[in-house]
């Protein structure tokens, strides 16, 4: 048994890079939006932005995956891509990957403006700079400097979680290592190692990846 060469290796960690882009983008557009309202002058959406990370950091992840499927889905009958159940599942589970991952994107990002000395902030606005114009010029460019370290643990973190999609029906690197096991149960560990080295050897150079670019990009002070 050649596992390398199998469809449902391949296939699965297919998914799994598909998966983590999609949810990767959607989560940094999102969680730069809670960011952005968790710094606002308005209260309003100082509100909305932490209660979105309370709610959701503290939720976990199979249960906003099941509730994309059978409550937005099943229930409401929201289909993303309603010509095929396939991609279907993929882009609810994408939806649920981005609004998790957002929560922890925001407090990362949050993190890093609270690096940002107070009197650029001020400076600007003595200059008459708005809030979103001294958001989006002065203080996210240096903020995101600072936090290429802690969002690449972030989503270093989020394609392991897109395992979890596999729960409602994706064929994913978990569910294709069940088949494989399923069809060669003599080669269990075989297998197991396989499919866990994979990981490790894509995402161990990716941690160091980012630590290279977070001491790259690190702002002297």
Do not use: H
């Not at 002058?41 to 709610?55: E, I, M, Q, T």
């Not at 889905?73 to 998790?100: C, H, K, Q, R």
């Not at 690096?115 to 606005?125: K, N």
């Not at 060669?184 to 670019?213: C, E, K, Q, S």
């Amino acid at each position: 048994m050649d596992i390398f060469s199998d469809p449902a290796y391949r296939a699965g960690f297919i998914w799994i890079i598909e998966l983590t882009a999609a949810s990767t983008v959607g989560a940094l557009v999102l969680g730069v939006l809670l960011a952005a309202m968790r710094v606002s002058p308005v209260p309003v959406l100082r509100g909305f932005g932490a209660a979105w990370v309370n709610v959701f950091r503290n939720t976990p992840l199979t249960l906003i995956i099941f509730f994309c499927y059978f409550g937005l889905f099943a229930v409401l009958g929201f289909a993303p891509y309603p010509d095929s159940i396939e991609w279907n599942n993929f882009w609810l589970g994408v939806i649920g990957l981005s609004v998790y991952t957002a929560a922890f994107v925001c407090e990362a990002i949050r993190s890093g403006i609270n690096t940002v000395p107070s009197g650029q902030a001020e400076a600007a606005r003595a200059i008459g700079m708005s809030f979103f114009q001294t958001l989006t010029i002065i203080v996210l460019p240096q903020a995101g400097r600072a936090v290429v370290a802690p969002l690449g643990s972030i989503f270093i973190a989020l394609s392991k979680n897109s395992t979890i999609v596999g729960t409602i029906g994706v064929m994913e690197s978990s569910n294709a290592m069940k088949e494989l096991i399923n069809a060669n149960g003599d080669r269990v560990i075989l297998i197991f190692l396989i499919f866990a080295g994979t990981f490790a050897a894509v995402l161990i150079p990716t941690g160091y990846a980012f630590g290279w670019l977070a001491n790259r990009l690190a702002v002297k002070r």
